[in-house]
């Protein structure tokens, strides 16, 4: 009965090892189409390095091609929302290059631009 207990003891031990084996489905993790799928913590400060400072510059004062200076600005996250989704004079939209969530992260980066805060 021992012996018994023993081989059921080793025999379930590499079943449990082996089970798992190699999982060879996430081979398209790797797929650059991340237009639509919203990102776990989208990085504002990456994204505002990527598109907003050509026009506002790293700190938000720069103001080429008469960019609203972003440290001194009164606009609320709520505010900011819409002037970057849809533009406003001459700043564009970014509705069809950033996500929701993605324009919700560099609004909210764009807060700490301000030197108030
Ligand atoms: C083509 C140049 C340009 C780019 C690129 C640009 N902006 Fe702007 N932005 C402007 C201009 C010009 C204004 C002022 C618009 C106006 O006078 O109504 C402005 C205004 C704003 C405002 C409103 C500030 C206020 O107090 O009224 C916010 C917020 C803003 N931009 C954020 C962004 C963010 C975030 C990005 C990047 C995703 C970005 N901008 C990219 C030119 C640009």
Same mark, same amino acid.
């Given at each position: 009965m021992k012996k018994l207990l023993a081989f059921l003891?080793?025999?379930?031990?590499?079943?449990?090892?082996? &089970? &798992?084996?190699?999982?060879? !489905?996430? !081979?398209?993790?790797d797929s650059s189409d991340s237009?639509?799928?919203?990102?776990?913590?989208?990085?504002?400060?990456k994204i505002y390095k990527q598109y907003c400072v050509t026009c506002h510059g790293l700190? &938000?004062?720069?103001?080429?091609? &008469?960019?609203a200076?972003? !440290?001194e600005s009164t606009l609320s996250v709520e505010e900011r929302i819409p002037v970057i989704t849809n533009g406003r004079n001459t700043m564009t939209g970014?509705?069809?290059?950033?996500?929701e969530e993605k324009i919700k992260a560099v609004a909210e980066?764009?807060?700490t631009l301000s030197e108030e805060q």
């Open positions: 003891c080793i025999s379930s031990m590499i079943i449990a090892c082996g &089970g &798992g084996g190699d999982d060879t !489905t996430n !081979t398209s993790s237009t639509s799928e919203p990102v776990a913590a989208a990085d504002g400060e700190y &938000g004062d720069m103001g080429a091609s &008469g960019a200076n972003l !440290t970014f509705k069809a290059l950033l996500n980066y764009t807060m």
